[in-house]
């Protein structure tokens, strides 16, 4: 009864500081000597958006426990994903709202980082992906001047190493919790299987991970193909379309204003055709079994129901193999790969203060459980 009674507290609270509080939104840019083949060596900005109350960060409160950084996916920048400009779904003013000091990344490519020169080249798009703009901006396909990917995933563990460090430093903490989603799992998680010391618990929301992953990069890199990719807004459209399982799953209206933050985010891409988002095209490696069964950080693994995108068997293997001792595996009903902005976010919202704050789902600190059913 009071494992119950714990959690439904911590449903009040939250229900309670999103009445009452409000939120900042600010910017910071961490320099980086990138790592990405595009900009080997290069300084690259990297975009760290926050979302904190005033009084979090001004009292000079300790926040051991509160920062929390937030990491995309293979397209979507993660001030798009996480802090969606619809009330109630934004999960980074959600977790603010009650004291979290919040913070989200864009990896070198993405969003309002720096992006390499050659993703301004749209023969560096691949051959099928150039034939959208065909005859609007191109009489037919073209070569690349630059046809490898444009990023890799240890380039992606080195951006999100010089911001946890930047974070440590300017909050005062040794570690930091971490939520990612889709190809933000090997982002995150990778980088917490190598620096354990300064992360602290991490959820993460229809992770992409490949249980027999090579441990090693590609025999070339940078790899050869497509240096990134493109995503329209009827593509966007597609992809969720494919994905619906319940009556009312979503409401359009947050669609559209993602769609719009999505174009906000680059405004480059914005001007090709009707408008594109653009994402580097990045080699993965490595977060497979071996790492995984070694990994002891405390996760929340959220797997949606009807993800056409990330395999919940997937998810469930990363489940079965992780070594952690407190994990949780949730099943989430009547969602998609973009559970964050349909109708049960709340339950994952909820969920993950709770995993965050107390290292508990429902009471619970290791198991499965089925919600929003």
Not at 43 to 55: D, G, L
Not at 57 to 65: I, M
Not at 68 to 76: E, P
Not at 272 to 296: E, I, L
Request: aromatic share 8%.
């Amino acid at each position: 009864m009071r494992k119950i009674t714990s959690a439904l507290l911590f449903l009040f609270v939250a229900q309670l500081g999103l009445a009452q509080k409000e939120v900042l939104s600010l910017d910071h840019y961490v320099a980086n000597v990138s790592k990405a083949p595009a900009m080997q060596d290069q300084v690259a900005q990297i975009y760290v958006r926050e979302r904190t109350q005033a009084s979090t960060t001004l009292r000079g409160d300790n926040l051991d426990g509160r920062v929390v950084l937030f990491i995309h996916g293979a397209g979507t920048p993660a001030e798009v994903a996480f802090d969606v400009p619809v009330e109630g779904y934004s999960w980074m003013a959600y977790l603010a709202n009650v004291g979290y000091d919040t913070f989200s990344m864009d990896t070198t490519g993405y969003g309002r980082s720096t992006r390499p020169a050659a993703m301004n080249d749209i023969c560096n798009l691949s051959a099928s992906q150039q034939a959208a703009f065909i005859p609007t901006l191109l009489d037919e396909t073209c070569e690349p001047s630059y046809p490898f990917a444009a990023t890799t995933i240890e380039s992606d563990w080195d951006d999100i190493d010089a911001v946890v460090d930047y974070l440590r430093e300017i909050r005062g903490v040794d570690k930091v919790h971490m939520v990612a989603w889709s190809l933000g799992g090997p982002r995150a998680a990778g980088y917490a299987a190598q620096h354990p010391e300064k992360v602290d618990r991490i959820v993460l929301l229809a992770p992409a991970y490949g249980r027999d992953r090579s441990a090693n990069p590609p025999d070339s890199i940078p790899a050869p193909g497509a240096a990134f990719t493109k995503q329209s807004r009827q593509d966007f459209s597609n992809n969720w379309g494919r994905q619906i399982g319940c009556e009312n799953q979503y409401d359009p209206a947050v669609s559209d204003a993602v769609w719009q933050a999505m174009l906000d985010s680059d405004p480059v891409g914005a001007t090709w055709g009707t408008g594109v988002r653009r994402a580097p095209r990045t080699s993965v490696w490595g977060w497979n079994k071996d790492v995984v069964a070694q990994t002891h950080t405390p996760m929340l693994i959220v797997s949606p129901v009807h993800d056409a995108q990330v395999p919940p068997s997937s998810v469930r293997n990363l489940y079965e193999d992780l070594g952690a001792e407190e994990k949780i595996l949730l099943d989430l009903a009547c969602s998609s790969h973009n559970a964050m902005w349909e109708t049960n976010h709340e339950i994952l919202f909820n969920s993950t203060l709770q995993w965050l704050g107390q290292g508990t789902v429902d009471g619970m600190k290791s198991g499965e459980l089925r919600k929003g059913y």
